[in-house]
């Protein structure tokens, strides 16, 4: 890792501050997680960016073995109405991927992004890798890869809770690889 003083102060440009460094084999990644978006995620086989359109866990478990670095970004807000949810999330899904375009050109070039929630930029999905309209752009989340965010970022002693009601605190996560 060239310098994570110069990274921080990218984080703090795109005013992520509630983050911290994490080995990426450490990431818990488990077959339950896929099972759940496919029984259960109203997204799976609509977003280019969700399963089945991604690799398969046991292909998400040998991209974190790639890795030596990573940071778990942390947001926690409350957003009662879904059309100020849909709008906060593609804000800071955009902003994260700005984010890892300016690793990028710092000369880190396998800088790899997950996102907090799905993508959300078109308002109708195209569904497909191949047909996606901004594949620059878009990104899976922790959980299209397989990761167990639960058990992941309580590791690193980050709150997370299932939530009962919409007007209750989210605690959002995205990963962010470096290399």
């Known amino acids: ?14 005013e992520v501050t509630d983050f911290k460094w994490i080995n990426p084999k450490d990431i818990v990644t488990a077959q339950w997680v896929r099972f759940k978006c496919m029984f259960g995620c109203k997204n799976y086989g609509r977003h280019a960016c969700c399963p089945p359109n991604v690799p398969s866990v046991s292909e998400c478990r040998q991209l974190f073995d790639e890795f030596e670095i990573g940071v778990i ?3 926690d807000i409350a957003i009662e109405d879904p059309d100020d949810r849909h709008f906060w999330i593609n804000e800071t899904n955009q902003t994260l991927v700005f984010l890892e375009r300016e690793i990028f050109l710092r000369g880190y070039q396998k800088a790899l992004l997950l996102s907090i929630d799905p993508c959300l930029l078109c308002e109708k999905c195209k569904a497909t890798r191949k047909a996606c309209v901004n594949p620059r752009l878009a990104r899976p989340t922790p959980e299209a890869m397989a990761v167990d965010v639960y058990s992941t970022v309580r590791k690193y002693d980050f709150p997370i809770e299932v939530l009962i009601h919409q007007s209750q605190t989210m605690n959002r996560y995205a990963i962010l690889l470096i290399e």
């Not at 890792?1 to 440009?13: A, G, I, P």
Request: proline share 0%.
């Open 1 to 14: 890792m060239k310098n994570r003083q110069d990274l921080e102060s990218v984080f703090e440009k795109y």
């Open 73 to 75: 970004i942390h947001f």
